[in-house]
C-alpha cells in the first residue's frame, strides 16, 4: 500500500501524481489541495491532514549509522509536573515525497514539529552516535546541546512558557467579555 494515496474514497498511485494545487479556507470550503495527475482523471481532492501524510511520505530509505536516536521530551508544563524523556531508535533516514529527509523509527517515520500543526505539539531532537545532539522539525535551531538534560531544561522552559502564554490570553479574553 506503500505506492497508493487514497482520499475520500479515491485512490491513485503515488507515480501518477503530476502536481499539488493548495487551496485556502473559504468561508463554505475547509482547506484542501488537489493532487492533478498524470492519467488524465479528475484530480484527487485531500484535506489539510491527508496532505500532511502525503509529504512524509518516504520514497527512499537510506541507512543510518547504529546508535542514533530520536529523543523527545514530554510534560514539565505545571511547577510540580516532572519532564520524562522518550528515546527511540531511528531504524533509517527517508527522503519524504516533499524532498525532507526524516528520521524513520519502529513506529515509523517522524514528521518533526511543525507549530501551525496540532499533529505534534512536542519537538524532537536527533541524538546522533557521538554523543551530539541537534532539534529536528520545521523549526530546528542550528546548534548543538550539549546532553540531554540540557534539552529537558529548554523543552520544560518552553513548554512553561508557552502555558503562562495562554493562560494570560484567557484571562485577557474574560476580561473583555466580563466588562
Known amino acids: 500500500m506503500m505506492g497508493l494515496v487514497e482520499s475520500c474514497g479515491d485512490v491513485c498511485t503515488l507515480s501518477d501524481i503530476k502536481a499539488v494545487q493548495h487551496y485556502h479556507q473559504t468561508p463554505r470550503h475547509s482547506e484542501h489541495y488537489l493532487l492533478e495527475l498524470h492519467s488524465g482523471k479528475e484530480p484527487l481532492k485531500l484535506f489539510a491532514f491527508d496532505y500532511a501524510a502525503l509529504e512524509a511520505r518516504p520514497v527512499q530509505l537510506m541507512p543510518v549509522e547504529p546508535g542514533t536516536r530520536l529523543i523527545t521530551v514530554y510534560g514539565g508544563l505545571a511547577e510540580n509536573e516532572q519532564p520524562f524523556v522518550d528515546k527511540a531508535p531511528i ?86 467579555t466580563n466588562q
Open 91 to 176: 531504524i533509517a533516514w527517508a527522503l519524504c515525497i516533499d524532498g525532507q529527509v526524516r528520521p524513520v523509527t519502529p513506529a515509523g517515520v517522524s514528521r518533526g514539529f511543525n507549530p501551525a500543526s496540532s499533529g505534534n505539539w512536542f519537538p524532537e531532537y536527533l541524538e546522533f552516535s557521538n554523543g551530539a545532539i541537534h532539534q529536528f522539525g520545521y523549526d530546528a535551531e542550528p546548534e548543538d546541546f550539549g546532553s540531554v538534560a540540557v534539552v529537558i531544561e529548554r523543552e520544560t522552559r518552553r513548554q512553561r512558557n508557552y502555558e503562562a502564554e495562554r493562560k494570560a490570553r484567557a484571562a485577557a479574553q474574560d476580561e473583555e
